[in-house]
């Protein structure tokens, strides 16, 4: 017997640490961006709120399609799904950082810092989620039943 609920799924885990740590990395990147802009001046605010939504958007784009994709138990189908999802996010950064590299309005070490912010702030409140959900890691096989005697 576990302390899961009945109605949980394969891709719960992941919608509770999307749920646990989108508020708390937004409002921490937010924050890195007003101080990065009272400190630096207003020339880091655009580098500094595409650092944001870059990060939120990459941290969030992958916990939704681990919480969509995972429906197999099996740590095969769910290691394949999440190299998958891993490859496209980070083809997805090479693209922007194409894009992006050369525009002399992103100051780049703004960029960084409020994106370091975000990443971190995003691993402690999504581990922190998951911590608290109580999901558990390993589910004891169900006995199997006593065989011809």
Same mark, same amino acid.
């Given at each position: 017997? !576990? ?6 799924? @394969? ?13 708390? @990395? ?22 500094? %709120? ?36 891993? %490859?496209? /996010? ?12 050369? @525009? ?6 703004? %960029?960084?810092? !409020?994106?370091?912010?975000? !990443?971190?702030?995003? /691993? ?22 006593? /065989?011809?005697?």
């Amino acid at each position: 017997m !576990t302390d899961r609920p009945e109605h949980a799924t @394969a891709g719960a885990p992941f919608a509770v640490m999307l749920r646990g740590a989108l508020v708390p @990395a937004s409002i921490a990147g937010a924050l890195a961006v007003v101080v990065l802009a009272l400190v630096w001046g207003g020339g880091s605010l655009a580098g500094s %709120l595409l650092g944001l939504v870059v990060s939120v958007a990459f941290y969030a784009s992958g916990m939704f399609l681990l919480s969509r994709l995972v429906r197999s138990a099996s740590p095969h189908a769910f290691f394949a799904v999440a190299m998958a999802v891993y %490859l496209g /996010q980070v083809l997805a950064l090479l693209v922007f950082f194409i894009l992006f590299r050369r @525009a002399s309005w992103v100051d780049g070490t703004a %960029l960084a810092v !409020t994106a370091l912010v975000v !990443t971190i702030a995003w /691993q402690a409140f999504a581990w922190r989620a998951l911590r608290t959900a109580r999901f558990p890691v390993y589910d004891e096989p169900a006995e199997a039943p006593e /065989q011809g005697r």
